[in-house]
């Protein structure tokens, strides 16, 4: 059995449970973080010395945080050849493409995008700093449209790890009062995946407990 600690509006937390249920794998997950706190006590931070979630333990194995390593590590230990290829280089591929996602899609998307939208009373937000933003993240979706004209998922025409770091924050990029002109094949490639039970039951969550109003 898995544990989980984390909320389920955190993006990060999202990834995880996301991947979790397109593995079909028993979980229990645990509210920490935001308004459920938790996160800053001493018993936490011997599971995560960071005080972030999420924080994965697998049965007695020692708690895993980080969540690129988690989701890396579930799919090896469960993902099946298509996911997370045994094979060196097929899996390097696609571990480009998660690094990819998590370095250049959520790092641009979630800070910058996402907590200046949201998460910022609209008497706050600087709408120059959040054009130059999307202006940014813009750059790195050219990189990723191209990618799916070609294939139907980011790493080629499977389903795997990498659609998993890159799609996860999709569903408020989609969601959010923001300028999203062009990128057809990102949005057929968003539209599949909204298809997807697990990514329904664990992406497509509610953020309202994060606005700021
Ligand atoms: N690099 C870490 C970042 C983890 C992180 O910043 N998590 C956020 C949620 S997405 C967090 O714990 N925020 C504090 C909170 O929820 O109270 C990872 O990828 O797991």
Redesign the pocket.
Known sequence: MLTVWG?RT????QALMWCIGELKLPFMRHDI??RYGG?DSAEFKKLNP?????VLRDGDGASL????AILRYLAARYGDAEFWPQDVEARAEIDKWAEWSKINIALNFTGPIFWRVVRTAPKDRDAEAIAGAISTFNAKLDIAEAQLERNAFLAGNKFTLADIQFGHVLYRYYDINIDRSGYPALKRYYDRLTARAAFKEHVMVSYDDLRVL
């Open positions: 909320r955190s993006s990060n937390v973080g935001h996160n960071n005080g972030t979630v999420p945080w980080e969540t690129g």
